[in-house]
Every structure is written in C-alpha cells, then in structure tokens.
C-alpha cells in the first residue's frame, strides 16, 4: 500500500470519526432538549388536569367502598394537540378525554408487574413512547392512590398523551440528512486528501523515478528537479542530490581506477610475454647443448651439467608456469574490456570429439573414460569455436588435476533446448557452500590450496566463456568422493531425428547462470 492511500486513508477515517461523533452529539442534543420540553409542558398540564380529579366513593352491596373518577369538561380548555384518559382498575371503566374519543383511540394501558407497580407508585409518573393506529404518541402516565383500610392502594392510572408523530418524522429526516451529509463529505475529503497528498508526495515520485533511472542505466549525472519550498521533503530532495553528486564522484573516481587497472594488466601481460617466450626458448637451446656436451665431456663435467640442466629445467617450468598465468590473465583482461567474440552456428560433436581425442595426451594417473556423445549428433549451438573447446579443456585440466585415482569421463546430455556437456571425476571433490566461490577469480577451495599448482583464473575464464554464450554451469560436489560439471548450452538448430529426453536435477547441484 502506498503512502499516499494511506494518509488519504488516515484523513478519511479521521474525518469519518469526527463526522460522526458531531452528528451523534448533534442528534443526541437536539433530541434530548425538544423531548425534555415536550415531557416537562406534557407532565405540568398532565398535573394540573389531574388535580382536579374528584374520585366518588359508592357503597358495595358487601358494605365496601367503591371508587369512581370522571374527567371534566372544562379541562380540556387551554389543552389542544392533548389526550387524557382515565382507567379504573376496580371495574374496569376507562373515561376518555372528549377529543379522544372524537378521534375513537384508546391509549393503551401500561401492563406493570408487582415490582413495577410498586416502583410506579413510588415514582408517582412515568413516560413511555407508543404507536396507536400507526401514530406516534408520548404517555404521561400518573397512579390514582386510594385510601382503603388504612392504606395505600393504586385504584387506577391517569393519562396525559400528545401526539409526536410529526416530530418523529422530522427526527428521523433530520438522521437521514446528516448521515447523507457525513457521506458526501467523507467522499469530498477523500477526494482532496488524495489530491492534497499526490501533490505533497509528488517530490518523492521524482526522487523514484531519478533512482530508478540510476539503477537501470547508471546515469549517475541525473538530479531529482524540485521547485517547492524547503520543507520535509525540499531537505530530503536536497540531501538525495548531494548524495548522488558524491555517488557520481566516487564511480568515476572508481571507473577511472578500474580502468587503469585493467590497462595495466593487459599492458604488463603483453610485455611480459616478449621476454618470457624469450627465456624459454633460450632455456631449450641451452638443455640440447647442454645434453650434447654432456656425451662427450668427463664424469665431473657431466655431473655438473646434469645438475645445471636440473636448474634449467626448474627455470622451464616456472617460465612456463608464468606462461599461462599471463595468457590467463590476458583472456581476463579482454573480458573486463568488453571484448566481443566472433560467434558462428558451430556442429558440437565433431568439436567435442577432438577435445575428447586430445585428452588422451593430457598428464594424468587415473583411467580416462569416454562417455557416451550421441546426444551430441546433430545440434549445433552459435558460439566461438576455440573458446568453446577453450571452456572444455579448463574442465578437463582441473578433473584430471584433483583426481588422485580413480577416473575422468567425458560424456554429453540433451535436454528440451538446451546441450549439457558433462566432466564426471573421482577427485577430491569440495564443500556445496565453496561451489558459488570457485568462479571467483585466484579462489582455490582449502583442500586443494598448495597441493596442487594453478593460478586459481582458469575457472574465472570459464564463467566468462560460459556468460558470453548464454549458457549455465551446473555443479555436483561431494567431499571426498568427486565433482561433476555440467556445461549447459543453447541449442541454435537441431536436426528433425533428434529428440530431446528428460534428465533430472541432482538436488545437491547448484546451478550457476
């Protein structure tokens, strides 16, 4: 949820409480205060009428007492829009006001229990709200007390109604005008406040946008244009912008140093192939003199040019080391300077198959396997050919390099779209969480490092070579047990007789795009 649906949530909601709470309070008020009044001149007329009740007493054939109340006429003057009405309890009579029974209505009798007549009486009224003939009236209802026997007896009820019909109705339009009153005016607020928050909150939608345009196309010379006052946000777009100044400051900074960087690399890598091509070719001329010199001179001679040919073929070595880690670093430096391969539609098996015959005259002690390279038959992938068969011999160096015993095989998987090139070995193997690391250029894993020479760029140039054709490398490892390395490819075309077949993921592989 954005930040501007939520404050125009929050004003909502806010306004929504307020709203009704003041709509409550105002009904609430306007309604106490008119039916207080209409109770208070209901109740004082009510009294007065009632205080000219006479009750008449008639003898009972049993030698009781009866009582009997009658309204008079004259009380109804001065008492328009209002009913009365007496009911006897003893006998059941119930005498009528004139105009109520012109108008032929009844009110209704309050039905009280013990405990509510005894309340009643004590109370000496009570009011009630009721419908008559779908009218409404408001009831002052008041006990007639009678003396029987020394005490207190309720004989009857008195009366008092005036009809409030219309004031309902006024009531409940006065509800409908202000629930509709508090809904327009939520719908209002809502609309200005997403209105008044989009233009508060239009700086920070500048401040994404300038970010998003950094992170997608580096433009670091991109500022986030604000013309507002120096508030929250004129600060906040202020500090962005200084931000990206230093930002920008420090990556060109960084830029020019990378830049240096790989110039000098590429630089030394190509001056130091001069000399040490030189060096090793005078180191093989020097052990064919040497090894013919040494045919024809005495024993202490040819003791001392065995042990100067031993010199010179320790030099040969590290100058031949020096080689290839110069070439390596070479090929690394072309990448870090975007270099572009030449690329063409190239038939996999034939390539695969010469790598596979090479790799008989690899340095090795373990058995090396041919692997099945039928899947191979007839697909093709758009790629460089030397840095292909570049990427399969890099595999293939490092299998034979950390197999101790057992085997090295070369085999060849097709799934769906996609031409896998599988190196299995027996090796050393290496931890699962090492496997992200191994592509990271001069890493060797711990078990390796220092029992066996490399320079720790081959598997650095193989991820390059793998990125630049839009490939994957799958890895399976196990410590102490070996590695398997799955080269993915894109198949460009395939012939119509080949048919892909599904091959399942081992679930301690890790793939790496």
């Keep these: 949820m954005s930040i501007r649906l939520r404050l125009t949530l929050w004003y909502t909601a806010i306004l929504s409480v307020t709203l009704m709470l003041f709509g409550i309070g105002l009904y609430w008020l306007?309604?106490?205060?008119?039916?207080?009044?209409?109770?208070?001149?209901?109740?004082?007329?009510?009294?007065?009428?009632?205080?000219?009740?006479?009750?008449?007493?008639?003898?009972?054939?049993?030698?009781?007492?009866?009582?009997?109340?009658?309204?008079?006429?004259r009380?109804?003057?001065?008492?328009?829009?209002?009913?009365?009405?007496?009911?006897?309890?003893?006998?059941?009579?119930i005498r009528p006001s004139t105009n109520l029974s012109e108008a032929n209505l009844t009110l209704p009798v309050?039905?009280?229990?013990?405990?509510?007549?005894?309340?009643?009486?004590?109370?000496k009224y009570l009011f009630e709200k009721t419908k008559i003939e779908n009218l409404a009236f408001l009831i002052y209802n008041k006990p007639i007390i009678v003396i029987k026997n020394g005490q207190q007896e309720l004989a009857g009820v008195f009366q008092a109604a005036v009809l409030i019909d219309t004031s309902e109705n006024l009531f409940s339009l006065v509800q409908r005008i202000l629930a509709f009153t508090a809904l327009v005016a939520v719908l209002l607020a809502a609309s200005f406040g997403w209105f008044l928050a989009r233009k508060a909150l239009k700086p920070i939608e500048q401040v994404i946008v300038?970010?998003?345009?950094?992170?997608?196309?580096?433009?670091?010379?991109?500022?986030?244009?604000?013309?507002?006052?120096?508030?929250?946000?004129?600060?906040?777009?202020?500090?962005?912008?200084?931000?990206?100044?230093?930002?920008?400051?420090?990556?060109?900074?960084?830029?020019?140093?990378?830049r240096r960087q790989r110039r000098f690399v590429s630089d030394a890598s190509h001056e130091l192939r001069t000399p040490l091509t030189t060096i090793r070719g005078n180191v093989d001329l020097l052990e064919k003199m040497w090894k013919k010199t040494a045919s024809i001179g005495s024993d202490q001679d040819r003791q001392q040019l065995e042990l100067s040919l031993e010199a010179m073929q320790d030099i040969a070595g590290e100058a031949e080391r020096m080689t290839r880690l110069v070439n390596d670093l070479l090929s690394l430096a072309r990448a870090d300077a975007g270099f572009q391969m030449s690329k063409t539609h190239i038939e996999l098996r034939p390539l695969v198959e010469e790598v596979n015959r090479r790799a008989f005259m690899f340095p090795r002690e373990v058995e090396w396997?041919?692997?099945?390279?039928?899947?191979?038959?007839?697909?093709?992938?758009?790629?460089?050919?030397?840095?292909?068969?570049?990427?399969?011999?890099?595999f293939l160096e490092n299998a034979f390099k950390y197999t101790e015993q057992g085997?090295?095989?070369?085999?060849?998987?097709?799934?769906?779209?996609?031409?896998?090139?599988?190196?299995?070995?027996?090796?050393?193997?290496?931890?699962?969480?090492?496997?992200?690391?191994?592509?990271?250029?001069?890493?060797?894993?711990?078990?390796?490092?220092?029992?066996?020479?490399?320079?720790?760029?081959?598997?650095?140039?193989?991820k390059w070579i793998i990125d630049e054709h839009q490939g994957s490398i799958e890895v399976?490892?196990?410590?102490?047990?070996?590695?398997?390395?799955?080269?993915?490819?894109?198949?460009?075309?395939?012939?119509?007789?080949?048919h892909p077949v599904p091959f399942p993921t081992s679930l301690e592989s890790s793939i790496i795009e």
Aim: charged share 20%.
């Design 110 to 123: 309050p039905q009280l229990t013990d405990a509510q007549s005894h309340q009643f009486v004590e109370n």
């Design 407 to 462: 085997f090295v095989k070369l085999d060849a998987i097709l799934m769906e779209k996609q031409i896998g090139i599988r190196i299995e070995d027996t090796g050393i193997g290496m931890d699962i969480e090492e496997v992200p690391m191994i592509f990271e250029r001069f890493y060797r894993a711990d078990l390796s490092r220092g029992k066996t020479s490399g320079t720790g760029l081959g598997l650095s140039i193989a």
């Design 75 to 93: 009380d109804n003057i001065g008492s328009a829009g209002k009913f009365y009405q007496i009911t006897n309890f003893e006998n059941g009579i």
């Design 30 to 73: 306007l309604h106490y205060n008119y039916y207080s009044f209409i109770e208070d001149e209901l109740q004082q007329q009510g009294e007065t009428v009632f205080s000219r009740i006479q009750p008449r007493m008639t003898p009972t054939l049993g030698g009781g007492i009866s009582f009997d109340f009658a309204l008079q006429g």
């Design 210 to 258: 300038a970010a998003n345009s950094i992170s997608k196309g580096s433009d670091l010379e991109n500022r986030v244009n604000y013309n507002g006052p120096n508030d929250e946000i004129g600060r906040l777009t202020n500090t962005i912008n200084d931000m990206l100044e230093r930002l920008q400051k420090v990556y060109f900074d960084l830029e020019e140093s990378y």
């Design 476 to 498: 399976t490892t196990c410590e102490g047990e070996g590695s398997t390395f799955i080269i993915w490819l894109p198949v460009s075309e395939i012939s119509d007789n080949v």
């Design 369 to 394: 396997k041919q692997g099945d390279l039928s899947a191979l038959t007839g697909i093709y992938v758009y790629g460089n050919r030397d840095y292909i068969q570049q990427l399969i011999y890099i």
